[in-house]
């Protein structure tokens, strides 16, 4: 079946760390995304990709970082310069250029800064 | 425009209808679509309505869409604790390649 993974579930975070947090879909989707989410602000994008080695920066792009080597994957790396990384993690995929499928979402990481 | 606005919650009663309602800014939206949120996982797709249409139907979930007034609804009948989530609305335009969400409603639903 495809879908769309995102590890580990839950993830905690020293001060002062980098994490990575993984994204891998099967779908073959050419555009990926990252959302934050945060208790009653709904979804913000951090970054997307539309295509392989290409990638534009979202809403709240700031202290994360993001690399498109392989369609399949789009990992989000959450740098020590991110002030408030404590969120839920949300990756998506879809194919690009007008689709009834909208986004498929994987089932998100929990990020806890301790 | 880009804003997307929900209201934030909605109370009801087991086997009340439920309505969650969404407005967004920009008429060149093309589809508008429903998400479910459960707690502690990602979003599933409901349903999506063109942005030709002024209806759509789909077992329990009806879809008004009022293009003038940039006014979407999604009608849950028979509202069930299972329904319990957040509900967000969410628009895509022309290209697709990215979509426009609202803060999500969270329904409770009571027994």
């Known amino acids: 079946d495809g879908g769309i993974t995102q590890s580990p579930k839950y993830l905690f975070r020293k001060e002062g760390q980098n994490v990575t947090l993984s994204c891998e879909q099967n779908?073959?989707?050419?555009?990926m995304y990252w959302y934050r989410q945060d208790p009653g602000q709904g979804l913000r994008l951090i970054y997307y990709?539309?295509?392989?080695?290409?990638?534009q920066k979202g809403d709240i792009a700031e202290g994360y970082s993001v690399s498109r080597e392989k369609k399949e994957s789009f990992p989000l790396t959450v740098t020590s310069a991110q002030k408030n990384p404590t969120a839920f993690y949300l990756c998506?995929?879809?194919?690009?250029?007008?689709?009834?499928?909208?986004?498929?979402f994987g089932s998100g990481t929990r990020l806890t800064v301790v | 425009g880009e804003d997307v606005e929900q209201s934030l919650f909605l109370s009801v009663r087991e086997g009340d209808s439920s309505v969650i309602n969404c407005t967004y800014t920009?008429?060149?939206?093309?589809?508008l679509y429903w998400y479910k949120q459960e707690p502690g996982a990602g979003l599933q797709l409901l349903t999506y309505?063109?942005?030709?249409?002024d209806m759509k139907q789909d077992q329990r979930l009806t879809v008004l869409l009022n293009k003038k007034d940039k006014h979407l609804s999604l009608r849950i009948a028979d509202t069930q604790t299972g329904d319990s989530a957040i509900y967000f609305c969410?628009?895509?335009?022309?290209?697709?390649?990215?979509?426009?969400f609202g803060s999500g409603t969270k329904l409770n639903v009571k027994p």
């Open positions: 309505i063109f942005s030709n249409m």
């Open positions: 998506a995929s879809s194919r690009t250029g007008g689709n009834l499928d909208g986004y498929t």
């Open positions: 779908l073959n989707h050419d555009a």
């Open positions: 990709s539309q295509i392989v080695n290409d990638f």
């Open positions: 920009d008429s060149s939206s093309t589809y």
């Open positions: 969410a628009e895509g335009r022309a290209n697709f390649n990215k979509f426009y």
